[in-house]
C-alpha cells in the first residue's frame, strides 16, 4: 500500500472532519504534490483540492469552488502524511474521499486533472446527514 486514507466516517451536516492520508516514502517528499478527490454515488470523481509545491519551501493551495471556505488542505512532511480538514459539512458532501500523489508540480490548471496523479488511496467514505 502506497497511500493510505483514513478517517471518513457518519457525521452531521455542520458538523466537522478530519480525513488523512499516509504516504510511504518513496512516493511522498516534500516537492510531492498532494490532492484529494471524492465521489459521490452515481457521480464522476471530482476534485476537491490540491497543495503543491511553489518554490522554496512555500506552499500553495487550490480548491474546487463548492469547498472553498469550509475545507483545508495540509501536509506535514515529517509524518509523510497529508491531511483534509472539512467544516461545515453538508449531506452533499457524502462521497468515497481520495487522496492522490505526484511526483510532478503540476501548472494550478492541471491540478484538478486525476490524470496528473500517480498514486492513489483506497478512499474513505464520508457520509454527511441532515
Known amino acids: 500500500v502506497q497511500l493510505q486514507a483514513s478517517g471518513g466516517g457518519l457525521v452531521r451536516a455542520r458538523e466537522s472532519l478530519r480525513l488523512s492520508c499516509v504516504a510511504s516514502g518513496n512516493i511522498f517528499s516534500s516537492t510531492s504534490t498532494m490532492a484529494w478527490f471524492r465521489q459521490a454515488p452515481g457521480k464522476e470523481r471530482e476534485f476537491v483540492g490540491a497543495?503543491?509545491?511553489?518554490?522554496?519551501?512555500?506552499?500553495?493551495?487550490r480548491y474546487v469552488d463548492d469547498v472553498k471556505g469550509r475545507f483545508t488542505i495540509s501536509r506535514d512532511n515529517s509524518k509523510i502524511t497529508v491531511y483534509l480538514q472539512m467544516g461545515s459539512l453538508k449531506p452533499e458532501d457524502t462521497a468515497v474521499y481520495y487522496c492522490?500523489?505526484?511526483?510532478?508540480?503540476?501548472?494550478?490548471?492541471?491540478?484538478?486533472?486525476?490524470?496528473?496523479?500517480?498514486?492513489w488511496g483506497q478512499g474513505t467514505l464520508v457520509t454527511v446527514s441532515s
Open positions: 492522490a500523489a505526484t511526483y510532478r508540480t503540476p501548472v494550478i490548471s492541471a491540478l484538478s486533472n486525476a490524470g496528473m496523479y500517480d498514486y
Open positions: 497543495v503543491r509545491l511553489r518554490s522554496g519551501y512555500m506552499y500553495e493551495r
